[in-house]
């Protein structure tokens, strides 16, 4: 999971936030992120790396509650186009 470009985007959101209620969540959000080490920086297979994995979902399902939309989502729905168009099925 990329974490970085969804740190990017809630920083982002936040500058552009009008009501203190997306603010709060988005201040939330990104504490969230923060709270644990990047799961890829852990050993595989170990507890930390799985309580690390679990919140990075977690973070990511309430920032795409919010609006975002993660970076292989979007190529993944270009592909998709792009196929439609050149009439490849699925």
Known sequence: MDTQALDQWAHAELEKARSDSRRERLNRLIADLHKHPHSNALPVGSTQRTIAERNERKVMQQAMGMGYVPPEKEIQEMG???????????
């Open 80 to 90: 998709l186009h792009l196929g439609l168009e050149l009439g490849l099925g699925l």
